[in-house]
């Protein structure tokens, strides 16, 4: 039973498919997709994961109700963390009415202590929207290219950001998330950064974008 869900875990779904825990047969999100012309296949073998997806990333979904309820959603978070995925962990989170009081600290877990990428989403329905973007998106487009809040990370954005002293791949993840553009977090000012990263971090970025080039006078 363990090699089975080993493999289950690393399988990549066909283009168009998406691999979806069967605890998710019945609801809104799966009538959406199917609604999108996305394809299912149902597994019950998945552990943590409700989702894999067509370009080897797969999903935790956090709703609404775990946040509030405070339910064993941190346990699962790390669960996730520590699987033997090759897939690119990617948290959905709902941030709503109801949650958002608890958002930020939900965030903080998510990124800045488990080191995984963080996607807020209004419910299922825009949950379902940006999986079937995903999916229908080859893998090779970023489907959040148009969404200013959220995009999946260009690792060369990534490495990039990496290399400013005192940031390392948690803060990077953070302020790309923040930032829509890599142009916004070079013109953001260190009371912009402060929030996310901390003081020290905040005018370490701030100097290593508005230092004085070698080209210069």
């Given at each position: 039973m363990e090699t089975k869900a080993a493999a289950v875990l690393n399988a990549v779904p066909p283009y168009g498919h998406?691999?979806?825990s069967e605890k998710w047969r019945n609801s809104s999100l799966i009538q959406s997709l199917?609604?999108?012309?996305?394809?299912?296949?149902?597994?019950?073998e998945l552990g943590v994961v409700d989702f894999h997806l067509p370009n080897k990333s797969c999903i935790l979904y956090v709703s609404e109700c775990d946040i509030i309820a405070a339910s064993s959603y941190k346990r699962k978070l790390v669960r996730y963390r520590n699987s033997s995925s090759s897939f690119q962990e990617l948290v959905l989170v709902e941030n709503t009415r109801l949650s958002e009081q608890y958002f930020s600290a939900v965030q903080k877990f998510?990124?800045?202590d488990l080191g995984l990428t963080l996607l807020p989403v209004?419910?299922?329905t825009e949950a379902s929207q940006l999986i079937t973007q995903i999916v229908n998106g080859g893998g090779r487009e970023n489907p959040f290219r148009?969404?200013?809040s959220i995009q999946l990370l260009d690792p060369l954005v990534l490495a990039l950001v990496q290399q400013v002293p005192g940031v390392g791949r948690v803060k990077a993840l953070a302020l790309l998330q923040h930032f829509s553009s890599i142009q916004q977090?070079?013109?953001?000012?260190?009371?912009?950064?402060?929030?996310?990263?901390?003081q020290?971090?905040?005018?370490?970025?701030?100097?290593f974008f508005h230092r004085p080039t070698a080209a210069g006078t």
């Amino acid at each position: 039973m363990e090699t089975k869900a080993a493999a289950v875990l690393n399988a990549v779904p066909p283009y168009g498919h998406v691999i979806t825990s069967e605890k998710w047969r019945n609801s809104s999100l799966i009538q959406s997709l199917k609604g999108g012309g996305v394809k299912i296949l149902f597994e019950s073998e998945l552990g943590v994961v409700d989702f894999h997806l067509p370009n080897k990333s797969c999903i935790l979904y956090v709703s609404e109700c775990d946040i509030i309820a405070a339910s064993s959603y941190k346990r699962k978070l790390v669960r996730y963390r520590n699987s033997s995925s090759s897939f690119q962990e990617l948290v959905l989170v709902e941030n709503t009415r109801l949650s958002e009081q608890y958002f930020s600290a939900v965030q903080k877990f998510v990124v800045f202590d488990l080191g995984l990428t963080l996607l807020p989403v209004s419910g299922q329905t825009e949950a379902s929207q940006l999986i079937t973007q995903i999916v229908n998106g080859g893998g090779r487009e970023n489907p959040f290219r148009r969404r200013s809040s959220i995009q999946l990370l260009d690792p060369l954005v990534l490495a990039l950001v990496q290399q400013v002293p005192g940031v390392g791949r948690v803060k990077a993840l953070a302020l790309l998330q923040h930032f829509s553009s890599i142009q916004q977090l070079c013109n953001a000012a260190p009371t912009e950064l402060e929030p996310i990263v901390g003081q020290a971090a905040a005018q370490q970025i701030h100097n290593f974008f508005h230092r004085p080039t070698a080209a210069g006078t």
